[in-house]
């Protein structure tokens, strides 16, 4: 058993200061209580607040060593988020955060359609330094955190990444299929 990797989900926002209910707090209550997994949601309604969230993290966080995976919960398509009515491509995200994800899980829920070819997802990795970048392909009507949770769960289980996507496909292959399960490393 590896020790537990935390994960931390920023979700985007229209407004960080109005109350907003969210659709995902229910889930990552399930992961702390269902796998004990701990885990920080922050929301953000701009770049500079993503980049800050971010860099709250990365320097004032003592635990950061222990988040492995960044959910990110963001509204988009075509390897685009919106924040502030404003699309942002992954290779500008990728940018804000050069060298700074070393060795991180970055998982995007299927609020954003992630459809990567082989030079963008080594792009993103390379300047990043993720280990791993996964997310959803397909537009479903319902929201991945189903699936998302099984596949944080079995990453408490496995350290590598390869094998928590084989045995995910394994146990939901109807719904990693459906929702165009991807991952890149």
Excluded at 124 to 152: E, H, M, Q, R
């Amino acid at each position: 058993m590896y020790p537990d990797k935390y994960i931390y989900c920023l979700e985007g926002v229209k407004d960080v200061s109005v109350s907003n209910t969210s659709a995902i707090l229910p889930s990552l209550e399930n992961l702390a209580l269902r796998y004990g997994i701990t885990n920080i949601y922050k929301t953000c309604d701009s770049i500079e607040g993503l980049e800050e969230s971010l860099s709250t993290l990365l320097y004032e966080d003592r635990n950061f060593m222990d988040y492995a995976i960044l959910y990110l919960v963001f509204e988009g398509n075509e390897n685009r988020i919106i924040l502030d009515n404003y699309y942002y491509t992954l290779e500008e995200i990728a940018e804000f955060f050069e060298g700074k994800l070393t060795g991180k899980i970055i998982h995007f829920a299927n609020t954003m359609r992630l459809d990567l070819d082989e030079e963008a997802s080594q792009y993103f990795l390379d300047v990043t330094g993720a280990k791993a970048i996964s997310g959803y392909a397909k537009p479903v009507p319902i929201l991945s955190t189903i699936l998302d949770n099984a596949y944080f769960g079995l990453y408490q289980e496995y350290d590598n990444v390869i094998d928590v996507v084989e045995i995910l496909f394994e146990k939901h292959y109807a719904l990693c299929t459906t929702m165009g399960f991807q991952l890149y490393y």
